[in-house]
């Protein structure tokens, strides 16, 4: 049942029951209305306390109904508040745990609400594009007043309940006990046959409303160009002004409809559920989760040292090993300077920053490693040395450890056979720096047993990462599809295009930071490093050669002070450099080409297309299960725009049909040989169908 009902001291408690968060799906909103139905039928029965248990009173609609008929079903919420709020017993909310979106705005349709003071309180609907859509924007400023509600509605903010102990929101604020004081304070209103309190009937005090909106709107607007939802937001709550409460109700509902149609909701509503299916792997509900306790490290180098501190962050014990003294106090002192970084900006305390500190045992001896239930190798990106690391642990690994390379370009299954026990080897792909970035790429190797991969998911959870699956093949998902997207680059500059407008252009479709400017931050040597073993590997694949060009000049990026644009000595200000522009124009001549103007669109397209057709490949080898996976790595380890949902959705919305046409008349252009469309791309499209 999704609501218990249960009768105490004449007053009806109606339980919501449905895990996790209680969220309003339709069965619960039947089981509300009938429970009310029931208790305003029983004369036994003063009044009403709904309460959701210890862990939340509700967590809000369920959004998985709604792109479904159910969300329209009646009960609706709006209909469910309406029955409560027009209840002639009063009704009391008992709040634990939280209330949010859909949950508040149940709750502010009853007479009156006792709240744990931890309680989390919030109307997150913004973040997913939408509007509190069942009388939030209308009852929320009557309860908490204007500026609050116009703060934490178009920010999406949660507070602890305690916050709002002032406000009308809540009648009392407790630390427990909560129910109890729920039911006394229903007792006690239902004893005083006063008219029952109405959230609908309150005004929303404020010296000077259309001056603090005005206000609002400017700051609102200059700050989410990309999200109609914010402003749609204000003009809700613009309406809550009125003195009509229906008239308010409506302006919600038609801003809620528009705005659930639009492509940024789509695509927030996207990436929500993409990120929680990523960690949803088939095949693996049955795998037993390995225990990890202790975790090592092999390599204190950059990325080592980031990966550590995820762990400590976590208070996991990591040993941490390097063959050189030197390079081992080098590395180790990094992450305390990093720690102490963070305490001088007052994330940490002192005491934290040693605690953390306090968790890593040093070690130059592969000995140490014999206790560890994982260990993790980031040394230097050779085959050679790889094969010497995880030979040495295949020595001294405890039987049942999982052995991991954070490799970002070999062979997982090459490196598996180096052990005699292939089937705990896997990859950990973390992405740079370590301990910020949420994405984590877990590479399955052939061999890989489920129980492995099922841990490490677990795992990446516990330390904050957002994991996505993948296959073993060169560059894994993420990577794979980026060299893609910056051939594309390269050929773009020698037709006619300069850094500086390939940056604009894809900076204006949303990207964090365009190819070229994200070149001289990771370093060029990278990229060139990658293309001379390609060179020798795959003779096939062309590139431009400027980015070599580039390399042969010295101009690594940042850390040299130049690289496709130049820096002023500290600072990463990126101007745009009359040495480079000259360099691509003579290379241009040089090839015999005839340098054209190239409009913006055709940049966007021909990147975001590239990574398009090189993700169809991915899926249809496997290597990504799903595309929403290949829309998670993007989101959240490439700075692809949110509100427009990863690539693949994003081709999704253009519509497959036109991606590919686009594609085609690429393919008649120079260098239109990269532009062999993906089978599965063409599949869908014939069909009228979608990736996602
Ligand atoms: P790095 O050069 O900063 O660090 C490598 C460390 O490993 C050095 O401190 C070195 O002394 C140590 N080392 C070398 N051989 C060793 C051995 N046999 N035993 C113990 N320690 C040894 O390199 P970085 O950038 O940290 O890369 C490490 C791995 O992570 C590579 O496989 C790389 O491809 C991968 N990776 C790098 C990313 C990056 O952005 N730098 C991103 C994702 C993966």
Request: aromatic share 6%; hydrophobic share 45%; glycine share 10%.
């Amino acid at each position: 049942m999704p609501v218990n009902y249960d009768i105490r001291d004449g007053i009806a408690i109606l339980t919501l029951h449905n895990p996790p968060v209680n969220g309003l799906g339709i069965a619960t909103r039947r089981g509300l209305v009938e429970s009310l139905d029931r208790a305003c039928a029983d004369d036994a029965v003063k009044g009403i306390v709904v309460t959701g248990g210890a862990r939340a009173f509700s967590g809000g609609a369920d959004i998985r109904e709604f792109n479904k008929p159910e969300a329209s079903q009646e009960p609706t919420l709006p209909t469910v508040i309406e029955a409560f709020e027009g209840s002639a017993k009063p009704v009391v909310a008992a709040i634990e745990g939280m209330a949010l979106g859909g949950g508040l705005e149940l709750a502010l349709g009853m007479h009156h609400r006792v709240a744990a003071g931890n309680a989390q309180i919030g109307l997150p609907e913004v973040k997913l594009g939408l509007l509190p859509g069942a009388g939030g924007t209308q009852r929320f400023p009557r309860a908490v007043g204007l500026e609050t509600a116009v703060n934490m509605i178009v920010s999406g903010t949660l507070v602890p309940a305690a916050k709002l102990a002032s406000t009308r929101l809540f009648d009392k604020v407790h630390e427990e006990g909560v129910v109890d004081a729920a039911i006394a304070l229903c007792q006690q209103v239902a004893a005083s046959g006063d008219p029952l309190q109405k959230v609908r009937e309150w005004t929303i005090e404020h010296p000077n409303p259309e001056g603090f909106m005005g206000f609002a709107r400017t700051g609102v607007a200059a700050a989410s160009a990309n999200y109609p939802a914010p402003l749609k937001c204000l003009d809700a709550i613009e309406a809550a002004l009125g003195k009509d409460f229906d008239a308010g109700l409506r302006v919600e509902r038609d801003a809620f409809a528009m705005l659930l149609g639009t492509d940024e909701s789509k695509a927030l509503r996207h990436a929500f559920f993409s990120e929680r299916a990523a960690g949803k792997v088939a095949g693996l509900e049955d795998a037993r989760i390995r225990e990890v306790k202790s975790v090592g490290v092999i390599g204190a180098g950059t990325m080592g040292g980031g990966i550590t501190m995820n762990f400590l962050n976590a208070g996991i014990p990591v040993t941490l090993l390097e063959l050189k003294q030197e390079a081992l106090d080098r590395g180790i002192a990094t992450i305390r300077r990093n720690y102490e970084n963070s305490a001088k900006k007052g994330k940490l305390s002192a005491e934290q920053v040693e605690a953390h500190m306090a968790l890593i045992t040093p070690t130059m001896s592969y000995g140490d490693m014999g206790q560890a239930d994982m260990i993790i190798e980031a040394v230097f990106e050779e085959m050679g040395v790889k094969q010497a690391v995880f030979g040495q642990l295949d020595a001294v690994a405890k039987p049942g450890a999982i052995l991991a390379s954070n490799t970002s370009t070999l062979d997982v299954d090459r490196i598996a056979q180096f052990t005699s026990r292939p089937q705990d080897v896997l990859g950990t792909h973390f992405f740079s720096p370590a301990n910020v970035m949420k994405l984590l790429e877990v590479v399955r190797g052939k061999a890989t047993a489920p129980d492995v991969l099922a841990t490490v998911m677990a795992l990446a959870k516990k330390i904050g990462k957002t994991a996505v699956v993948s296959g073993v093949c060169d560059g894994f998902i993420g990577n794979r599809m980026i060299e893609q997207y910056s051939r594309q680059a390269g050929f773009l500059l020698e037709e006619g295009a300069l850094p500086q407008q390939v940056d604009r252009a894809m900076e204006a479709f949303g990207m964090a930071m365009g190819p070229f400017r994200m070149g001289d931050l990771a370093g060029n040597d990278i990229g060139w490093a990658i293309r001379k073993r390609r060179a020798v590997e795959s003779p096939e694949i062309t590139y431009s050669r400027t980015a070599d060009l580039l390399c042969e000049m010295g101009r690594f990026g940042q850390k040299t002070g130049a690289g496709w644009y130049d820096y002023a000595p500290g600072d990463r200000t990126a101007r745009p450099s009359p040495v480079v522009d000259a360099m691509i124009e003579a290379y241009s001549a040089e090839q015999g080409i005839t340098r054209r103007r190239i409009d913006d669109q055709e940049i966007v397209e021909r990147l975001v297309y590239a990574l398009v057709n090189e993700g169809a490949l991915i899926l249809e080898e496997g290597i990504a299960a799903k595309a929403s996976d290949i829309d998670v790595v993007y989101l959240t380890g490439y700075g692809f725009p949110v509100w427009r949902g990863g690539p693949m959705f994003h081709a999704d919305t253009v519509g497959l049909y036109n991606v590919l046409r686009s594609m085609r008349r690429f393919a008649n252009g120079l260098h239109g040989d990269a532009w062999e469309p993906a089978p599965l791309l063409v599949e869908l499209a014939d069909a009228g169908r979608s990736f996602n």
